[in-house]
């Protein structure tokens, strides 16, 4: 007697399921932030506090400037010069100080 399936076996379904829960993964749980990096150069290097910090071009001032913009896993790096200031790391960030 020869038997056949009603339905043929088109789907492998562990393969499937795996899928379905990668995709409800990271449909239902939020992305990791990516960390920013700060810039910070001595005023006579072109720093300036009322900049942005995203860029070399557009570096603050003083750490501590950068240290107020920062969220989250973010870097500062900072160019070589003196910075006579006290930086306050705050305890809820993961924040790295980079010199250069």
Do not use: H, Q
Request: aromatic content about 12%.
């Amino acid at each position: 007697m020869n038997y056949r399936k009603p339905f043929p076996n088109i789907l492998n379904v562990p393969a499937v399921l795996s899928i379905c829960s990668v995709l409800l993964y990271f449909t239902i749980l939020p992305f990791p932030a990516w960390a920013t990096d700060y810039f910070v150069k001595t005023p006579a290097n072109g720093g300036n506090n009322a900049n942005s910090g995203l860029d070399w071009a557009n570096a603050k001032a003083t750490i501590g400037a950068a240290m107020e913009t920062v969220n989250g896993d973010d870097n500062i790096k900072v160019a070589a010069g003196t910075y006579n200031e006290k930086i306050v790391f705050p305890g809820y960030n993961n924040i790295a100080l980079r010199g250069g």
